[in-house]
């Protein structure tokens, strides 16, 4: 037969070991937040404070850009378009070139994609 006071005592301390684990891994999760969190804010705060002037770059002579499968020029002007666009933000102004645009295979076939749909189709 079971002691009464040993069933309570194992349960009392695997409740306190639960617990004391949890807050831990808490204590620990705050202590990243606040480590990794300053280092973004320090850089919002520092491009805030110094701003930088918008800097002219000598943009390089147009290089014909080929498209293997038969993309329209409107579509790889704008593809360039945003891809200078993103550079600019991230302060990187040097010169790039863009030599080719081509498709990119799909990551799943169209049936592939219908089943995993509804196979992870809720309820």
Known sequence: MMDFNLAVNVIATGLIVVFLALILLIIVMMAMGAAFGN?????????????????????????????????????????????SAMMAESGNTSGFVIKNIRRTREARPAWSMAGLQQNTKPF
């Open 39 to 83: 280092r973004k804010n320090e850089k919002k705060k520092a491009s805030v404070i110094t701003p930088k002037a918008p800097e002219t770059t000598p943009v390089p002579a147009a290089v014909p850009v080929q498209s293997d499968d038969g993309i329209e020029e409107e579509v790889v002007a704008v593809i360039t378009a945003a891809i």
